[in-house]
């Protein structure tokens, strides 16, 4: 009887755990066998891995300072940047760090993130964990660990080596080679070199192509605020990007998008030169570098107010340009210490001399308006070009419709 109890007494645990098993079983695949196909931002990218894994050399050398920083510091700053480039990609993520424990002689090498979905928060505090560099660099270890991490996963992974390369072995080159034979052109490594030991970044380029990438990639230039770092994700984690203003920045980093054709921009698509007077024309295009706060301007940067033109041979405002001028007002109120030049033009009908004088008219008609909605005489001039500076083609009765215009001019006087 004692002996029935006691094997029910053993078989009850097993019963009870049962149901919970199936039930973990059927909540989904973990992350390490779903199989992630390539998603899709139509029009921008296509992403060129499913996994990828960080590996953070955090041994006694990159204690050292390099320009005033740790190497430590410059390698978690560019992982950092890194994470902050990349778009939003369904991705299996990891890290681990190589070296890092209290005795110098030890070989420790320990996953410090995933794998796991990937989130930009979650990467970026594990990496931000690791407050010293301490021990031994066990980097053939850490790489030959690699392969266990991503072991069960499906689709091509991304190795990403951050390390100054000092004290790394022949041994890690190899361990390279035997990861990517081992997966072919299921796996890359690429690697960023971080310092300015020449050794060490030999020993990188060595493994990176062994990895099947060109070679290390320095830290600094990843870094650098001219556009280091956006290349480097592109050939990373991307397939394919699309420019569809043709500045050199892809899409899904492109804050300035439709930035004109010829304009130097920075790594975020913006004109270096920049937009002084915040018209969003940029500054080695615009003609009217100074337009006031408020005003609409042309593709020149110029203030034109479009609907203030003017019959042929008339300096009359019509109806239509009330509006406009409405707005001239406006804008002259919300800079009070705005002052213009009103312009006049003409189409190329007639004389020049007949041409300046009606000119000069229409831009004393468009002053009167102004005058009569309470805008200083002080805060006002006017100026006559006649059929100097068009606007279009004088060919056509529709260009020479746009010839006879005002348009408003900022100035300091």
Same mark, same amino acid.
């Given at each position: 009887m004692?002996?029935?109890?006691?094997?029910?007494?053993?078989?009850?645990?097993?019963?009870?755990?049962?149901?919970l098993v199936c039930?973990?079983?059927?909540a989904?695949?973990s992350?390490?066998v779903?199989s992630l196909a390539?998603g899709t931002? !139509?029009?921008?990218f296509?992403k060129?891995v499913?996994n990828?894994?960080?590996?953070l050399?955090?041994?006694m050398?990159m204690?050292?300072?390099?320009?005033?920083?740790?190497?430590?510091s410059?390698?978690?700053?560019?992982?950092?940047?890194?994470i902050?480039t990349?778009?939003?990609?369904?991705l299996?993520?990891?890290?681990?760090?190589?070296?890092?424990n209290?005795?110098?002689?030890?070989q420790?090498?320990r996953?410090i993130y995933g794998?796991?979905?990937?989130t930009?928060k979650g990467?970026?505090?594990a990496i931000n964990s690791v407050a010293?560099?301490s021990?031994?660099?066990?980097m053939?270890?850490?790489?030959?660990?690699v392969?266990g991490d991503?072991?069960?996963?499906s689709?091509?992974?991304?190795m990403?080596v951050?390390?100054?390369?000092?004290?790394?072995?022949q041994?890690a080159v190899?361990a390279?080679?035997?990861?990517k034979?081992?997966?072919?052109?299921?796996?890359?490594c690429?690697?960023?070199?971080v310092?300015?030991?020449?050794?060490?970044?030999?020993?990188?380029?060595?493994m990176a192509?062994?990895?099947g990438s060109?070679g290390a990639?320095?830290?600094?230039?990843l870094?650098?605020?001219?556009?280091?770092?956006?290349p480097?994700v592109?050939?990373?984690f991307?397939?394919?990007?699309?420019?569809?203003?043709?500045?050199?920045?892809?899409d899904?980093?492109d804050?300035?998008?439709?930035t004109?054709?010829g304009i130097?921009?920075?790594?975020?698509g913006?004109?270096?030169?920049?937009?002084t007077?915040?018209d969003g024309?940029?500054d080695?295009?615009?003609?009217?570098k100074?337009?006031p $706060?408020g005003?609409?301007v042309?593709?020149r940067?110029c203030?034109?107010?479009g609907?203030?033109?003017?019959?042929f041979n008339k300096?009359?405002i019509k109806?239509?340009?009330y509006?406009?001028?409405?707005?001239?007002?406006?804008?002259? $109120?919300?800079?009070?210490?705005?002052?213009?030049?009103?312009?006049?033009?003409?189409d190329?009908?007639g004389t020049?001399?007949y041409?300046?004088?009606?000119s000069?008219k229409?831009?004393?008609?468009?002053?009167?308006y102004?005058?009569k909605?309470g805008?200083s $005489?002080?805060r006002?001039?006017t100026k006559?070009?006649g059929f100097s500076? !068009?606007?279009?083609?004088?060919?056509?009765?529709?260009g020479r419709?746009?010839n006879?215009?005002?348009e408003f001019?900022?100035?300091s006087k």
């Open positions: 004692a002996r029935r109890y006691l094997s029910i007494f053993l078989i009850l645990p097993v019963l009870i755990a049962f149901p039930a973990a079983q059927q989904g695949p992350p390490g779903e390539a931002d !139509p029009g921008v296509l060129k499913d990828f894994e960080v590996v050399d955090g041994s050398s204690a050292e300072e390099v320009g005033g920083k740790s190497k430590l410059i390698a978690k700053q560019t992982i950092t940047k890194m902050e990349m778009p939003d990609l369904k299996i993520g990891s890290a681990r760090l190589c070296g890092n209290s005795c110098p002689a030890s420790e090498s996953l794998p796991e979905y990937f930009k990467l970026n505090d010293r560099a021990g031994g660099t066990p053939s270890m850490s790489i030959g660990s392969k991503i072991a069960s996963l689709g091509p992974s991304a990403i951050v390390s100054d390369g000092v004290r790394v072995k041994e190899d390279v080679k035997k990861l034979a081992a997966y072919g052109d299921k796996l890359t690429y690697t960023v070199w310092g300015d030991d020449a050794d060490g970044k030999k020993v990188l380029d060595e192509v062994a990895g060109k990639y320095s830290a600094s230039d870094l650098a605020g001219t556009g280091g770092m956006p480097f592109e050939t990373v991307l397939k394919q990007v699309i420019d569809s203003d043709k500045d050199g920045v892809s899904y980093l804050k300035c998008p439709g004109p054709a130097k921009v920075d790594m975020y913006c004109p270096i030169d920049g937009d007077d915040g024309v940029p080695s295009i615009d003609l009217c100074n337009t $706060k005003a609409k042309d593709v940067g203030w034109t107010i609907a203030v033109h003017f019959d300096a009359q109806p239509t340009a509006p406009e001028l409405n707005n001239v007002v406006a804008v002259m $109120k919300h800079n009070p210490e705005l002052r213009i030049i009103i312009d006049g033009h003409t190329i009908i020049a001399a041409n300046m004088n009606l000069r229409r831009a004393l008609s468009a002053m009167t102004l005058l909605k805008i $005489k002080n006002l001039s006559g070009y500076r !068009p606007i279009a083609t004088n060919e056509t009765e529709d419709a746009k006879r215009r005002v001019e900022p100035t």
